[in-house]
């Protein structure tokens, strides 16, 4: 069982930037092959959506809504992945979830949630 521990969140005015960590319990090897992780988000009343990604062998996968302002990476040292996001607007408000999938077919292990609110 992988567990997510999630970190950054908070309040910003539109055109801020914050910056995510999510952190996995998994094993540095595991982690290094993993196959999958990354942000998803969720706003009231909308589907949790894959916010980006970075998928073993490819390169890191985007939602078009968020190329050019927010940015995926990770520290395999310190089984960390981050999600930098500039420019954040209204509408980037939601609960990001941290997601891991340690092999294609294998289970989804997620995050408690940060809360990211864009507001003036």
């Known amino acids: 069982q992988v567990q997510l521990e999630e970190s950054g969140g908070g309040l910003v005015q539109p055109g801020g930037s914050l910056r995510l960590s999510c952190t996995t319990s998994d094993n540095i090897g595991s982690f290094f092959r993993t196959y999958a992780m990354g942000w998803y988000r969720q706003a009231p009343g909308k589907d949790r959506e894959l916010v980006a990604s970075?998928?073993?062998?490819?390169?890191?996968k985007y939602a078009d809504s968020v190329k050019d302002r927010f940015t995926i990476s990770r520290d395999t040292a310190k089984k960390t992945v981050y999600l930098q996001m500039n420019d954040l607007q209204p509408e980037d408000t939601a609960v990001y979830y941290c997601?891991?999938?340690?092999?294609?077919?294998?289970?989804?292990?997620w995050g408690q949630g940060t809360q990211v609110t864009v507001s003036s």
């Open positions: 997601h891991q999938r340690q092999i294609s077919r294998g289970p989804n292990y």
């Open positions: 970075i998928i073993s062998g490819a390169q890191p």
